[in-house]
């Protein structure tokens, strides 16, 4: 089969495409026939050796898979040759074969494109567990979404709309802001030529956001912060500007506010089962049109390193996909 490989630790430019033993699928595990994989920051992180999870060289990339199964380990009762299905694979998925641990898989509706799937499972997957099981957002609380027009952020405010919350979208470009206005925000915020304190306190008549959603960090985290309403929750999803915040420990004190982090990779390790009763969630949200993946650009498989500079570069509106065609 064909594959990405990562052999020495790099930018994308240091991957390279080409055929590999096609890997066999061991106790409790299924062997996936890549239609579609989604492609994520942390693609980028892991070539770099920059993420939490080090993968030994040579390894391949890409972190979210749609396809059918092809082939199943021993102890595998759930799946069958053929199923369709949608995986977190953390790395590997960029490959024309990938396995992948049982309990890391789902089934997908009948109706649903791969590419769609490829989309849905990260993005989506984080901003619900982030939603529910961590801030416990409620209707009618107001979110603010950092990094909005990304796909991280785009999922964001689909889902805290479709959960019944009214959201201010963050983002650095025209494009981008008028993307997540066409995806539920009520207002968005040019937060590179527009005070956002100014903004929000403007938006929320002075009281503040209840919830932060923040895949960003940088420096852009304390102003954000500063803009939470007393019991506000931060949630912290990721670092996509590059560096870590540093916020001063009295201001959660001052707004009695929490900040919450949200490691989505290790809530579905360590609670398969939640974690499925979330993706039927969301594919019920998706069946009644409450959300809808904006894919902008697509990649053929043997084009996945540029996707991941692609993302890299921030040039995303939303989601970026590989195909297998």
């Known amino acids: 089969m064909k594959a990405l490989l990562c052999e020495r630790h790099g930018p994308p430019e240091t991957?390279?495409?080409?055929?590999?033993?096609?890997?066999?699928?061991?106790?409790?595990?299924?062997?996936?026939?890549?239609?579609?994989?989604?492609?994520?920051?942390?693609?980028?992180?892991i070539i770099q050796n920059l993420y939490q999870v080090k993968p030994d060289l040579p390894f391949t990339p890409g972190s979210e898979v749609a396809g059918e199964v092809d082939a199943v380990g021993e102890d595998v009762s759930d799946f069958r040759v053929g199923d369709r299905v949608a995986a977190m694979t953390v790395h590997g998925a960029f490959a024309e074969q990938t396995v992948v641990l049982a309990d890391r898989v789902v089934k997908l509706p009948p109706?649903?494109?791969?590419?769609?799937?490829?989309?849905?499972?990260?993005?989506?997957?984080?901003?619900f567990h982030a939603f529910r099981q961590r801030a416990a957002l409620r209707p009618g609380e107001t979110v603010l979404v950092l990094g909005a027009g990304g796909g991280v952020g785009l999922a964001a405010v689909e889902l805290a709309r479709a959960m019944g919350a009214r959201v201010i979208a963050a983002a650095g470009s025209e494009e981008k802001r008028a993307l997540a206005l066409a995806h539920g925000a009520e207002a968005a915020i040019d937060y590179r030529n527009e005070d956002l304190r100014e903004r929000v306190s403007a938006w929320t008549e002075g009281r503040g956001v209840d919830v932060v959603y923040d895949p960003v960090g940088g420096d852009m985290a304390e102003r954000a912060f500063r803009s939470i309403a007393r019991y506000g929750r931060f949630l912290v999803i990721g670092f996509a500007a590059g560096s870590?915040?540093?916020?001063?420990?009295?201001?959660?004190?001052?707004?009695?506010?929490?900040?919450?982090?949200v490691f989505w990779g290790s809530f579905l390790v360590n609670e398969p089962e939640t974690h499925r009763r979330n993706m039927q969630e969301l594919f019920e949200l998706y069946a009644q049109g409450a959300i809808r993946p904006h894919i902008s650009r697509k990649f053929a498989l043997a084009d996945s390193a540029t996707a991941i500079r692609w993302i890299m570069d921030r040039k995303a509106l939303g989601k970026v996909v590989v195909t297998a065609e």
Request: glycine content about 10%.
């Open 15 to 45: 991957l390279v495409f080409r055929e590999v033993e096609a890997p066999v699928p061991g106790p409790g595990q299924v062997r996936i026939k890549m239609a579609a994989a989604g492609v994520n920051l942390p693609d980028g992180l």
């Open 111 to 127: 109706a649903m494109p791969f590419d769609t799937a490829a989309s849905l499972l990260m993005a989506y997957g984080t901003a």
């Open 244 to 261: 870590i915040p540093s916020l001063p420990i009295n201001l959660p004190l001052l707004k009695s506010a929490s900040i919450v982090g």
